[in-house]
């Protein structure tokens, strides 16, 4: 019998630098009125804009596995929609698994749902840890984040990774730290040749949770890892925004790097926050990657994970001494 694999990629449209977590519906009916529309790519992936955060669905004669768990205001959307194909594809309808990328409510919101409908919550253990207490970003004007209800929280917990071999396929979920936050994973379909990169990646200057050690570095660390273990034809789903291919995760890399030394230089010569901000070290760039808004948040971003990082390295370096 030939396998029958099929993978949802769910897409928020629209998402430029601004938080995904800061999106939110407020009524019934704003969530009905979205459109949400499924179209195929490749190979049994499809897309399915207006969810949330992208979700990938990889559905298969073991049971539904989903990678996130979009906005909590459309979860009965969404599985309608996984449901909907598993009926035309015969696929085993079942929910088994859903792999959380981040702690952002964008991508962890369906999680009672899913929970509550049978599947097994996974997560990096801070993951857990974020969900399981209120947290303040002060990055963002000292936002409250409650914590979670019990049943929304990861049920199973890594630290570093983990394998399942699911629907003939072998998925690889991997922790790469301090990146985007402090509980990034990708997950990795290693024979459909297809890589979720959650917020590490969204098709616009990258969101830098920093209050929770996300740092610029570790997204450059996390895309050069991913670069290392795919290849020419390997596609990779970002947390927002289209599917990219190896070409677009290496600009995506370079203009990371580019951003980087260029900030790098001006805390070498030190320059201040608001400095390094009215230096515009992105003007060149904004075009392709702002998505029409501003870059000054990114800067922001970018220059208070590099001196936090020093600052904590050179705490590190005198209790060593």
Same mark, same amino acid.
Request: proline share 4%; hydrophobic share 40%.
């Given at each position: 019998?030939?396998?029958?694999?099929?993978?949802?990629?769910?897409?928020?449209?629209?998402?430029?630098?601004?938080?995904?977590?800061?999106?939110?519906?407020?009524?019934?009916?704003?969530?009905?009125?979205?459109?949400?529309?499924?179209?195929?790519?490749?190979?049994?992936?499809?897309?399915? =804009?207006?969810?949330?955060?992208?979700?990938?669905?990889?559905?298969?004669?073991?049971?539904?596995?989903?990678?996130?768990?979009?906005?909590?205001?459309?979860?009965?959307?969404?599985?309608?929609?996984?449901?909907?194909?598993?009926?035309?594809?015969?696929?085993?309808?079942?929910?088994?698994?859903?792999?959380?990328?981040?702690?952002?409510?964008?991508?962890?919101?369906?999680?009672?749902?899913?929970?509550?409908?049978?599947?097994?919550?996974?997560?990096?253990?801070?993951?857990?840890?974020?969900?399981?207490?209120?947290?303040?970003?002060?990055?963002?004007?000292?936002?409250?984040?409650?914590?979670?209800?019990?049943?929304?929280?990861?049920?199973?917990?890594?630290?570093?990774?983990?394998?399942?071999?699911?629907?003939?396929?072998?998925?690889?979920?991997?922790?790469?730290?301090?990146?985007?936050?402090?509980?990034?994973?990708?997950?990795?379909?290693?024979?459909?040749?297809?890589?979720?990169?959650?917020?590490?990646?969204?098709?616009?200057?990258?969101?830098?949770?920093?209050?929770?050690?996300?740092?610029?570095?570790?997204?450059?660390?996390?895309?050069?890892?991913?670069?290392?273990?795919?290849?020419?034809?390997?596609?990779?789903?970002?947390?927002?925004?289209?599917?990219?291919?190896?070409?677009?995760?290496?600009?995506?890399?370079?203009?990371?790097?580019?951003?980087?030394?260029?900030?790098?230089?001006?805390?070498?010569?030190?320059? =201040?926050?608001?400095?390094?901000?009215?230096?515009?070290?992105?003007?060149?760039?904004?075009?392709?990657?702002?998505?029409?808004?501003?870059?000054?948040?990114?800067?922001?971003?970018?220059?208070?994970?590099?001196?936090?990082?020093?600052?904590?390295?050179?705490?590190?370096?005198?209790?060593?001494?």
């Amino acid at each position: 019998m030939a396998k029958r694999v099929y993978l949802i990629v769910v897409v928020f449209l629209g998402i430029g630098f601004s938080l995904p977590a800061d999106l939110h519906l407020s009524t019934q009916e704003e969530s009905s009125q979205i459109e949400v529309a499924v179209t195929p790519v490749r190979g049994g992936v499809h897309i399915v =804009t207006g969810i949330g955060g992208n979700v990938a669905a990889f559905v298969g004669e073991d049971g539904v596995f989903l990678v996130d768990a979009g906005l909590s205001q459309l979860t009965e959307r969404l599985l309608a929609s996984i449901q909907k194909l598993c009926g035309r594809e015969s696929a085993n309808p079942a929910l088994r698994y859903v792999v959380n990328t981040h702690w952002h409510s964008d991508h962890t919101g369906g999680n009672e749902t899913f929970a509550a409908a049978g599947a097994l919550v996974v997560a990096h253990e801070n993951v857990l840890r974020l969900l399981s207490q209120d947290q303040v970003m002060a990055h963002l004007g000292d936002r409250l984040v409650p914590a979670v209800p019990t049943r929304a929280r990861p049920r199973l917990t890594f630290n570093d990774r983990m394998n399942l071999s699911w629907n003939q396929d072998l998925i690889h979920v991997v922790h790469v730290p301090n990146a985007h936050s402090n509980g990034d994973v990708i997950v990795h379909f290693r024979d459909a040749d297809l890589i979720h990169m959650g917020d590490i990646l969204n098709g616009n200057y990258p969101f830098i949770d920093v209050d929770f050690e996300g740092h610029i570095g570790g997204i450059i660390r996390a895309v050069e890892e991913v670069l290392a273990h795919s290849i020419e034809s390997t596609l990779f789903i970002p947390g927002h925004g289209p599917m990219a291919n190896r070409e677009d995760l290496l600009r995506y890399k370079d203009m990371l790097t580019t951003v980087r030394d260029r900030v790098q230089a001006m805390i070498d010569r030190g320059m =201040t926050r608001q400095e390094v901000i009215e230096a515009k070290p992105t003007a060149d760039l904004d075009a392709v990657w702002s998505g029409g808004e501003s870059a000054d948040p990114f800067v922001e971003s970018v220059y208070d994970g590099m001196v936090r990082s020093r600052r904590t390295g050179a705490r590190q370096d005198s209790r060593s001494r």
